[in-house]
């Protein structure tokens, strides 16, 4: 059964880091774009960042510099490095697969989320 | 960045009738070589993940009720539930793939029962 398991998240300071972890079964991560979505108390959806192919990575402008997107591949698994977080960046995290292997494509496995509140 | 807006940001249907969500894209998500729209729809139920329903504007995602359907080309794009169920009720969300600098969603629209 494909499958993705976020785990990592809580309750953390203004200005700390924290790290997502997304495990995978059923297909490999190091054959497929895997991304970050997340998405604010009552709020909309937001794409965070997306790694694929020889460790491509981007960001959304919002998140670009403090995170990073990593994955070990004989752990099956894919990270999201939080650094310097922000209130703003409190929200549910989502790891997510697009249906193809080869092109960034509509994301068909979500995870369940993490919680990650930034709060003093 | 590809701006995606969604309306109505809320809509109310009678069970039975037709629902119609609209997503505009700020500039063309169609891809010219080869004719497809790089656009998407999810369903949000509440405590749930995103469900993809729709991907290349028009395509179904396999188990998704017929009822559903996906429309539209260029940067204009309509998503119609024919006739509305109770289970329907969720928040939906269109996305651009056209382009990863950034990926792109909707705000989302709500639809309830009348």
């Known amino acids: 059964d494909v499958q993705l398991v976020e785990s990592g998240g809580g309750l953390v300071q203004p200005g700390g880091s924290l790290r997502l972890s997304c495990s995978a079964s059923g297909f490999t991560v190091s054959s497929n774009y895997m991304s970050w979505v997340r998405q604010a108390p009552g709020k909309g959806l937001e794409w965070v960042s997306i790694i694929y192919g020889a460790d491509n990575t981007y960001y959304a402008n919002s998140v670009k510099g403090r995170f990073t997107i990593s994955r070990d591949n004989s752990k099956n698994t894919v990270y999201l490095q939080m650094n310097s977080l922000r209130v703003e960046d409190t929200a549910l995290y989502y790891c997510?697969?697009?249906?193809?292997?080869?092109?960034?494509?509509?994301?068909?496995?979500w995870g369940q989320g993490t919680m990650v509140t930034v709060s003093s | 960045d590809i701006v995606m807006t969604q309306s109505p940001d809320s809509l109310a249907v009678s069970l039975g009738e037709r629902a119609t969500i609209s997503c505009r894209s700020s500039?063309?998500?169609?891809?010219?070589?080869?004719?497809?729209?790089?656009l998407a729809w999810y369903q949000q139920k509440p405590g749930q993940p995103p469900k993809l329903l729709i991907y290349?504007?028009?395509t179904r995602e396999s188990g998704v009720p017929d009822r559903f359907s996906g429309s539209g080309s260029g940067t204009d794009f309509t998503l119609t539930i024919s006739s509305l169920q109770a289970e329907d009720v969720a928040v939906y969300y269109c996305q651009q793939y056209y382009t990863t600098r950034p990926l792109t969603f909707g705000g989302g629209t709500k639809v309830e029962i009348k």
């Open positions: 290349w504007a028009s």
């Open positions: 500039q063309s998500v169609l891809y010219s070589s080869n004719n497809k729209n790089y």
């Open positions: 997510a697969r697009p249906m193809t292997t080869t092109a960034v494509d509509a994301f068909d496995i």
